[in-house]
Nanobody
């Protein structure tokens, strides 16, 4: 059974940093692309960042470029999202997602078929 468990969320002031972690189990980590999505109340779920199976290719949504960094630790079966210079508009529930395949998936929720339960990130102004 594929399991994705997020951690590291919380409340932070604008300009601060958080690192989200997603511990994966139940599948061969190296065979799956991973992603971080977020969803704010009343808004659609959007891709924040994606990473291919090997970690060699990444995608970032425009508003987080230069501030967020996705990485994958294949020894720990964990994917991270380092978030710096956080803004109030980054406030959302953040979800880890994974899909089997060697390519970098398009950044749409329907491209991913495995999801974590989500974790709240709140940035105060």
């Amino acid at each position: 059974e594929v399991q994705l468990v997020e951690s590291g969320g919380g409340l932070v002031q604008a300009g601060g940093s958080l690192r989200l972690a997603c511990a994966a189990s139940g599948f061969t980590f190296d065979d799956y692309a991973k992603a971080w999505f977020r969803q704010a109340p009343g808004k659609k779920r959007e891709a924040v960042s994606t990473i291919n199976h090997s970690g060699s290719r990444t995608y970032y949504e425009d508003s987080v470029k230069g501030r967020f960094t996705i990485s994958s630790d294949h020894a720990r079966n964990t994917v991270y999202l380092q978030m710096n210079s956080l803004r109030p508009e980054d406030t959302a529930t953040y979800y880890c997602a994974a899909v089997e395949g060697k390519n970098l998936p398009d950044p749409w929720p329907e491209e991913f078929d495995n999801w974590g339960q989500g974790i709240q990130v709140t940035v105060s102004s």
